[in-house]
Each structure stands twice: as C-alpha cells, then as structure tokens.
C-alpha cells in the first residue's frame, strides 16, 4: 500500500481519482484551501483531508500529485522534493490508473463529461463492471467515479490540460476543438495552451497516441487533425456513426442509428437537444468498436438521464421552469439555447461569464450567442481563482445585448432572483448557465417558492 497526498482533493478532477484510489486499496490524504463536499465524502470514506496547503501534510507521503495549475516553485512540491517524494501531475495520475485496463477516453471543448457518461452508462449496461472517472457528477453513479473489477476504464479528458496528449489510451474520442483555455499572446500560464496551434497539435498528439479513434465528422477542423489515423467518425449526417430519420422533442429525441450504413436500431434519449445527439452517437461508436452490443447502449441511452448541471431541471415554480446548465463557452451556449427554445417555452436566461481571461476573449460571441434568449440577465464574471484584468466584466455583455435590440441588464445575484420572482410567467424557462455558481439563483428562486407554499399550507388556528 501507497500513500498519496492530493493537493486541491476538492475539485471535481482530483476527488474522482482519490475515489478509486481509495477503492484500490491506498493510503490517501489530500489538502485544500476550502474542502468542498466531495473532499468531505472522501473523509467518510477513509481519506484524510486537511484545510491549507503546508509542506507538514507530507509526512510518510510516497506519491504528491499536483494539477498543473500549481508551479514548481510551490513549497508543498519543493518540500515533497527535498523528501525524495514522488511528483506527478494530475493526468500522469490518471494515465497510471487507465493503463491497468483497457482505456476509454473522452475529451473536446464540449460535451467531455455527458459523452464519457454516456459511454459508462452503456458498459455498465453490458455488464462488464467498468473503472470510471468523470470530471462531473452523474446521478446513475452516485457521484464523479466508480471502481469496478471488469478490464474497462472510462475516464473523461481535460484537454485544457497541455500534458492530456501524453496519454495512451485503447480507444479515444475527441467530440470537437475550440480555442478555449489558450493564452493571450506573450503570456505564460502552465494550465493554458500557449496558442490554439498548439491544442491542435497537442490533439493530433492525442489522436495519434490511441490505438483507435473516434471523432467527430462534422467538424471540420478535426477532419483535417486526424486524417491519416485509424478512425471512426460520428455525426448526425455524416461518419461511420450517423443519426437517420431524426426528431427532436422538448424532453429529448428519437432517431435510427446507422453503422457503417446499417441501420442497427432505434435511440430514444431522455436529454435534449442536437448537441446530446452527437454526444449518443460518440458514445455508441466507442463502445461498438470494443465489442459491446448495439443493445446495451440502446438501453442504457433511453435510461440515461443526464450529468449534474448539464440541463438539470432544478424546479418549477409557478408553472415555470427553472433549468441549470453548466455551458460556458459560446458554442456550448447557442447549442443549450436552441435546446431550451424547443421547449416552447420564454426563454429567460441568468448567464454568468466564467474566467476573465475567457471573458476578454470571447466576450462578443457570448453576446451573440445570448441573443437567441428572450432575455438575459448577466451576472458578474466568476473568477475561477484568476486575477481580475481591468476592464472585463460581465456588463460588456448585457451592454452589447441591449445595443442590438435584445432584452437584458447587468445584476447581482440576489436582484436576479428577485427580478425573477416578480416578473416569472407559468410558461417561462428560466435558465441559469455557467461554471461557477450562477446555479444558487435558480435553487434559491425555487426555494423562495417552496417556503412560500410551505407557510401557506399551515393551518391557521382562529381565534375563540
């Protein structure tokens, strides 16, 4: 038995991998600023969690495992050094733990964590009792990871991480490629890449790394990436892996999934949109291509019912909806509104922008993305542990909305939620989009109502 300590055990990434190691037997202990609730799950379940970062976690340490976020010069990591102990980087972690099986990887700007979800829930069907380790949470797995004795491991890839493409994988999957989480010219941060021709070339790396791949055909940019490789491609209209005769619904979709120009069966999905379309197609060819029946993912994808915060129905309240979705990105914004406004419903969107770096640069394409709501209401930029850069805020957002005629304003919070509750109608969708905690607008709007309901039903005692 090993003891590893993880730095920053809270985060969704590093809680995942503790599980399984738990699970396999190792001494763990892990150390954050602020632990969050799955640090505190992983206490009850043997791990020793420690508030603060101080080079004294590290006794009778044999492994540290630091994100890349952290630098060298950290005196956790200097220590671990002067200790002889063993440094190694989260995804060198989790490449350690895929390559006791046979590997399954998901990675892309959007769709990582529903695709490799989606992709567990189908070997969880066959039967074949998977290691999974997602960088979300998914109710069907009680949490972010699942230790199983089968050969298979799933995990989803974080490809902002430039170390992603040193990994070798039986099978990887790239759903698409944006210029998300590179730098700004001249500017070095270890966690970015340094241009987007870098992440192409790190995804190229990645491709060429996999015994197989399967990527998504309609996307131009990774046609030309991956040409030359073993390769299976997806999409609705075009790939070995297609869509046929496909509907979309307010609550999901239907559509014949054709292989290699057969059709093999009917997929009906619970979650909405084109968008989860492509991320069902991804998953099905993986698991085709390892042998796992077409039946299986048939089964486990009209029972799948989605990621945590990946279009969550949170409540209703008065009749109205009130939907989370974890979209930051302007692609992964316009795709969950075209899904949103096919409910029929008035869309009323709380968007919260997540990193000022992301915000600098994709500030306009949110705006234009946005547009697609009947209203919007921004808040301010969730700093994600970045500095503030002058003059980036979430109000050059709404200002730009209102400038080309849309319905929006600048707010806080707690007047988000108020406005909401005066102005909501029975037929709106409201949606609270973003990585950060924009998600505590529409729980506490539903709670409000729920308190109200609450004082309602309790009996008044007349007066004699």
């Known amino acids: 038995m090993s003891h590893y300590h993880l730095m920053g055990i809270g985060g969704v990434g590093m809680s995942a991998l503790a599980s399984i190691l738990l699970k396999d037997g190792q001494q763990v202990s892990g150390c954050d600023l602020a632990p969050s609730p799955l640090a505190y799950r992983l206490e009850s379940d043997g791990a020793t969690i420690l508030r ?37 980087r989260r995804i060198e972690l989790l490449g350690e733990i895929l390559a006791k099986g046979t590997s399954l990887g998901v990675t892309g700007t959007h769709g990582k964590t529903t695709t490799s979800s989606m992709l567990a829930s189908i070997f969880m069907a066959a039967g074949t009792d998977p290691t999974i380790l997602l960088g979300g949470e998914v109710a069907d797995l009680g949490g972010n990871a699942r230790y199983g004795l089968g050969k298979f491991r799933i995990a989803e890839i974080d490809e902002s991480d430039p170390l992603f493409q040193h990994l ?18 001249g500017e070095d941060r270890p966690n970015y890449h340094a241009s987007y021709e870098a992440l192409q070339k790190a995804a190229r790396t990645f491709a060429k790394n996999a015994r197989a791949l399967v990527y998504n055909a309609e996307w131009p940019l990774l046609c030309s990436l991956t040409e030359g490789l073993s390769r299976t491609g997806f999409g609705i209209e075009r790939g070995e892996a297609r869509a046929v005769n496909l509907e979309l619904f307010p609550a999901g979709s239907r559509f014949d999934f054709s292989w290699h120009d057969e059709i093999l069966g009917t ?3 619970k979650v909405v949109g084109r968008h989860n379309v492509q991320n069902a197609l991804a998953a099905s060819a993986a698991a085709l291509l390892q042998g796992i029946p077409f039946e299986a993912a048939q089964a486990a994808l009209s029972k799948f019912r989605g990621a945590h915060r990946r279009f969550e129905k949170v409540g209703e309240v008065k009749g109205a909806w009130v939907v989370d979705d974890y979209a930051h990105h302007p692609t992964e914004v316009r795709e969950t509104l075209l899904a949103a406004r096919n409910s029929g419903r008035r869309v ?13 640069q994709l500030w306009p394409e949110f705006a234009e993305a946005l547009k697609l709501a009947d209203e919007t209401i921004v808040l301010e930029v969730y700093s994600a542990g970045e500095e503030a850069i002058q003059g980036v805020t979430g109000a050059k957002i ?7 005629g849309s319905r929006a304003r600048f707010a806080e919070p707690g007047e988000a939620v108020d ?26 709007l539903v709670k409000r109502y729920q308190d109200t309901l609450s004082r309602s039903a309790i009996p008044r005692l007349e007066p004699r």
């Open 267 to 269: 997929v009906e999905l």
């Open 348 to 360: 009323r969107v709380v968007f919260q922008p997540h990193r000022y770096l992301r915000t600098l």
């Open 398 to 404: 709404a200002e730009k909305l209102l400038a080309e």
């Open 419 to 444: 406005y909401l509750e005066q102005t909501l109608k029975p037929d709106d969708l409201i949606l609270t989009m973003g990585a950060g905690d924009v998600w505590r607008v529409g729980t506490q």
């Open 52 to 88: 603060g970062h101080d080079a004294e976690h590290l006794e009778d340490v044999d492994t540290l495992v630091v994100t890349t976020a952290i630098l060298p010069d950290h005196p956790e990591i200097v220590a671990a050094r002067e200790k002889g102990v063993r440094v190694i």
């Open 168 to 185: 070798k994988l039986d099978v990887a999957v790239i759903t698409n490629l944006e210029a998300d989480h590179v730098s700004t010219p």
